[in-house]
């Protein structure tokens, strides 16, 4: 029998302090599944009464983020004046195409007691010739879900196990958290070009193969693969359409151009980004060196 995973990617880890950030990809291993060119996994956690997560506003060009929580909220706030506030069980899908500028904070009713964080970020690059469309954002909370004896499957964006979620997909994409119950198991779709699965809590195994937790393995495409777990477990599924040209990263900008990234940069030094509504007297300044990059 082949091997189920082809590569496991060990994410990095940052500790801010109040909680840690796990970042998968992009890595000098791997720097796309599918469409997904940025996964970080954060949490869990429970910040101290009285402090908050408050990302300042920045900016993102051609690509869109999808935002999932397992615990807390985070409000959104982008240029286009959308305001959002994201709770578990939706799934915030913010499209920057040309460019947006947001921004990201726990609500002020979650700070007295101390804000619970624990989900996912992740970024999916936009296709050729879609990559500068109209910036836009949407929230979902009625999404697919599958439930089969100790296994239960949200699906938050494309067709999996015969139901499609009402999320817009630029690129053919799929994306779900799957819960197991101790003892449960469901089948994986073998119709992505790309597929990983990453274990955020618990336990589970890919055809007999432990995951290691928070680790992001690829899996053998066209290979029709079981998950399960012996004592219960939350895996997240992702993947989609393979790419086939390169996509560039640095800080929050992706493209297929380096061009459109410098000129991004040039543009958020200068101010030329739209502010957001209701959150304008902050922003994140253009960083010398990029915590995000792509390699080569």
């Known amino acids: 029998m082949s091997d189920p995973v082809i590569q496991t990617i060990t994410p990095a880890t940052h500790d801010l302090g109040a909680f840690q950030v796990r970042r998968a990809i992009p890595s000098r291993q791997r720097t796309m599944v599918g469409p997904f060119i940025f996964v970080d996994q954060f949490g869990p956690a429970h910040l101290a009464p009285g402090t908050a997560m408050d990302v300042r506003p920045h900016p993102h ?10 615990e807390g909220a985070i409000d959104h706030r982008d240029s286009l004046g959308s305001f959002a506030t994201i709770r578990p069980g939706q799934v915030n899908l913010m499209t920057a195409g040309s460019g947006i500028v947001h921004s ?3 609500p002020l009713t979650e700070r007295a007691d101390g804000p619970h964080l624990y989900g996912m970020q992740t970024w999916l690059a936009l296709p050729d010739g879609r990559e500068e469309i109209t910036p836009a954002f949407e929230q979902h ?13 949200r699906i938050i964006m494309g067709t999996l196990w015969g139901k499609t979620a009402p999320t817009t997909q630029h690129a053919a994409t799929i994306y779900a958290e799957i819960l ?3 003892g449960g198991a469901l089948p994986i779709d073998a119709d992505a070009d790309e597929r990983a699965v990453m274990l955020v809590g618990g336990e589970a195994n890919i055809d007999g193969l432990p995951l290691e937790l928070y680790a992001l393995a690829v899996l053998a495409p ?4 079981k998950l399960s777990s012996t004592q219960g477990g939350r895996v997240m599924l992702l993947g989609g359409e393979a790419f086939t040209t390169p996509r560039h990263v640095w800080w ?9 990234i410098n000129q991004a940069k040039a543009d958020w030094e200068t101010r030329r980004f739209p502010e957001v509504p209701g959150d304008s ?10 915590p995000t990059v792509s390699y080569p």
């Open 61 to 70: 060009i051609n690509l869109a983020t999808v935002t999932w929580l397992f």
């Open 104 to 106: 990201e904070r726990s």
């Open 141 to 153: 909370a009625d999404l697919p879900r599958l439930e089969d004896g100790c296994a239960t499957a």
């Open 180 to 182: 197991l119950a101790p």
């Open 222 to 225: 066209g290979a029709v693969l």
């Open 252 to 260: 929050n900008f992706v493209s297929s151009s380096r061009d459109r």
């Open 281 to 290: 007297e902050e922003f994140i300044p253009l960083p010398r060196v990029a």
